[in-house]
């Protein structure tokens, strides 16, 4: 069932089928789609640039999508894990994180030179020009809006409260369940470099440009041979309701009867937001096993006498 915009979101985190679960292991896949507002146009693209030039709306992390959050064991609330700032939690502890970690994951974590790369790690959503002008040809002004769907993949030890958690015993110890809030303003955004956007545009469909005719091919190497060295990016993500500098306009201008064209850029501020949202799939893709009878009678007399602790939350300092 979907859940609306700042709706609560309650799903168990440990699967009947396993005797133990495996917390370090298992991950929540959230899929959304959110109307995003423009207030400003990306209108006189030369035809030949729509499809390779490239607007990256994301999540630095994906685990800073959730706003607060409340932990639940065997349908009571577990006591300290109301969490009512979570991002700002989540924001802390990805900080520290090791940057090896946040490479070699899909739909987790956007680092800034992986979105140029189209690395498979980043978390958010590619948006073409061509996109965008289909999804606001009916706007007669601005601001428009444009459904955009993303995917978005929190293991559940990026999350500060599980971040010691390893192995759980559910057979012995009883369900876990997280009930969650999405927080819509921890979106950013950035424009892919569109020398190198262009370059994958034409690398995965050049038969295609090859038999539409020289025109197409004509206008990219134009656009290879002539991009101004002057513009740089900014290095940098853009929050979501604030302005940023982005390329509105590329078109060619012919300069003179014989052909000789030019490469003409407009570079505009444009404000990105969020209007709302639907959560229309989460799923707890839960990692564990089996545990033979002996087993699980051995960790029931060891905690028979005595309390079971799990050390939640990993802290590392550094002197």
């Not at 799903?11 to 899929?31: A, G, K, M, P, R």
């Not at 955004?189 to 370059?199: L, Y």
């Not at 041979?225 to 060619?252: E, V």
Request: hydrophobic share 35%; glycine share 4%.
């Amino acid at each position: 069932m979907p859940a609306l915009f700042d709706k609560e979101i309650l799903i168990s985190i440990s699967d009947t089928d396993h005797d133990v679960t495996q917390i370090q292991n298992s991950f929540l896949l959230i899929v959304l789609t959110a109307n995003v507002q423009f207030d400003n146009k990306f209108d006189g693209y030369e035809e030949s640039y729509k499809d390779g030039t490239v607007l990256f709306i994301e999540l630095k992390s994906a685990s800073q999508v959730i706003r607060e959050y409340t932990i639940y064991h065997r349908g009571r609330t577990i006591d300290g894990t109301l969490k009512n700032d979570s991002t700002t939690e989540q924001f802390i502890y990805n900080t520290v994180k090791p940057r090896s970690e946040k490479n070699n994951r899909k739909h987790i974590h956007s680092l800034y030179e992986n979105i140029h790369k189209y690395d498979t790690s980043v978390c958010g959503t590619y948006v073409t020009i061509r996109e965008i002008e289909e999804a606001i040809k009916d706007y007669v002004s601005v601001p428009y809006t444009m459904p955009i769907r993303f995917r978005l993949s929190i293991p559940l030890d990026d999350i500060l409260i599980f971040s010691g958690f390893t192995d759980y015993s559910n057979s012995l110890f009883g369900d876990l369940k997280i009930k969650f809030k999405i927080n819509p303003n921890v979106f950013v955004f950035a424009q892919v470099n569109p020398i190198i956007s262009m370059v994958k545009y034409y690398t995965l469909n050049k038969t295609d440009l090859m038999a539409s005719g020289p025109d197409k091919l004509r206008n990219i190497d134009l656009l290879f041979r002539n991009w101004s060295l002057g513009y740089q990016n900014t290095k940098q993500f853009t929050q979501m309701g604030c302005t940023a500098d982005l390329i509105t306009k590329i078109s060619i201008e012919q300069i003179t009867d014989s052909g000789l064209k030019n490469l003409m850029c407009s570079i505009n501020t444009v404000t990105l937001s969020i209007k709302n949202y639907v959560v229309t799939e989460v799923t707890a893709n839960m990692s564990g096993c089996k545990a033979t009878d002996d087993s699980l009678q051995r960790v029931r007399d060891f905690y028979a006498n005595r309390p079971f602790v799990v050390p939640s939350q990993r802290v590392e300092a550094w002197s």
